[in-house]
C-alpha cells in the first residue's frame, strides 16, 4: 500500500480523480454505500474524506502516529459514521466520528485493534483483536458479545445474515453464529473474506485464486484466478466487489490491481502499481474503484469517464 488512492473506470482505464494528502502509505480505503465519498487512513494515522462529485478532500483527523502501525477503519451503512482503531499494542481503543470528523465516542478494549465492522443496522460495531472478537452496541457503548479464538492476528471480519466470518493471516477463517456466540467451524480458505450479499456468498482470496463459497453447504460454487507457475508474485491480498456482484477488485502481491468480470470468470482490466499488494475499494454501484497508491488518491470512474480536479484541501479538525 502506498499514499495515493486510484480510482479507474474499468472499461478506458483513464483516470477521472487524482488525491493526494496523505503524508504516509494508505492501510485502509472504504467508500460510502451513495458511491460518493470515499474515506482513507494512512499509517500516520491522518483520516481523509474525499468527496467524488466535488474533487474535495478534507482532512476530518489529523493522526500523530510515530509507530507505524497500521489502522483499521469502517463507514456506517448510512454514510454518516466512522469508526477507527490502531492494531499498535498500547493502542486499545475504538473512535467513533462523524463525517466531519467530530469524535463522538471512544469504546476502550482490551487490546489492539486488526479490523473494524458496522453491523447492516449501523448499531452495533465489531472488532477483531488480539483477544479475540467483540460485539458493540453504539448507543449504549456496552460489550454484548466477546468470541475467544484460538488465532491472534486477525486479517478480517465480515458478516453473511446471522453469521460472522472470521479471517486470520495464516490462510484459515472461522464461523461463528452472531446470535448466540457460537463456532460453527473452521474453513481452510483464506486471510482475507468477505460477502457477495445479492448471492448470499461468502468471497476468498487464498494465493492466486478467488472463490465463492456456499457457507451453508461448505461448497465452493466456483474459483477464478490466474495459473501460471509463477511464485508469489499473483498472490491476492485484498479484494473487494460491487453489490450487484458483477465486478470484483483485487490487489496483488505483483504490483497490479486487477479488475475482474465474475460472470465471465476474467480479467477485464489490469493496473500497475508503485506499490506491493495494493488495498482497493468498490463503490456499491460498481462505477468506482479505488486504488491506494503513491503519495495520495487516484479515482477513475466508471460512469463519466473524466479527470476531475481536486477544488480545495481543508483542515477540519485534529487528533
Known amino acids: 500500500m502506498d499514499r495515493i488512492l486510484k480510482v479507474w473506470d474499468i472499461k478506458s482505464g483513464k483516470k477521472i480523480q487524482s488525491f493526494s494528502s496523505h503524508s504516509d502509505t494508505i492501510c485502509d480505503i472504504k467508500l460510502s454505500s451513495n458511491g460518493r465519498y470515499i474515506v482513507s487512513i494512512d499509517y500516520n494515522g491522518n483520516i481523509i474524506v474525499s468527496d467524488i462529485k466535488t474533487g474535495e478532500e478534507n482532512i476530518i483527523l489529523k493522526g500523530n502516529n510515530t509507530n507505524n502501525n497500521s489502522y483499521s477503519l ?25 463525517i466531519n470528523g467530530k469524535i463522538l465516542k471512544v469504546f476502550q478494549t482490551t487490546s489492539s485493534i486488526d479490523s473494524l465492522l458496522f453491523s447492516s443496522d449501523g448499531k452495533y460495531i465489531l472488532y477483531g483483536s488480539y483477544n479475540g472478537i467483540g460485539v458493540r452496541e ?12 484460538e488465532n ?22 472461522f464461523l461463528w453464529n452472531i446470535n448466540n456466540g457460537q463456532r460453527i467451524k473452521k474453513m481452510k480458505y483464506s486471510n482475507y473474506m468477505l460477502e457477495d450479499k445479492k ?6 482470496c487464498l494465493y492466486k485464486k478467488i472463490g465463492f463459497l456456499d457457507i451453508k453447504n461448505d461448497k ?9 507457475n509463477n511464485g508469489n508474485n499473483d498472490l491476492i491480498r485484498y479484494i473487494s466487489i460491487s453489490d450487484d456482484g ?3 477488485l483485487s490487489g496483488n502481491q505483483n504490483y497490479t490491481a486487477r479488475v475482474w468480470d ?3 470468470e476474467q480479467i477485464i482490466k489490469e493496473f500497475k502499481t508503485k506499490i506491493n499488494a495494493p488495498t482497493v475499494g468498490v463503490s456499491p454501484d460498481g462505477n468506482l474503484y479505488a486504488i491506494g497508491d503513491e503519495i495520495g488518491l487516484k479515482i477513475w470512474n466508471r460512469a463519466n469517464n473524466r479527470l476531475l480536479k481536486i477544488s480545495k484541501i481543508k483542515l477540519n479538525s485534529s487528533n
Do not use: C, M, Q
Open 220 to 228: 465452493t460454487i466456483k474459483e477464478i484466478g490466474i495459473n501460471e
Open 199 to 204: 448471492k448470499k456468498l461468502s468471497i476468498y
Open 74 to 98: 469502517a463507514i456506517g451503512p448510512n454514510g454518516k459514521y466512522i469508526i477507527f482503531g490502531n492494531n499498535e499494542y498500547h493502542s486499545k481503543k475504538i473512535k467513533l466520528l462523524n
Open 152 to 173: 491472534k492476528f486477525i486479517h478480517s471480519l465480515s458478516l453473511l445474515d446471522e453469521n460472522l466470518i472470521v479471517s486470520h493471516w495464516n490462510f484459515s477463517s
Open 262 to 264: 465474475v460472470n465471465k
Open 246 to 248: 458483477k465486478y470484483l
Open 138 to 149: 453504539i448507543n449504549s457503548s456496552k460489550l454484548i458479545k466477546r468470541f475467544k479464538n
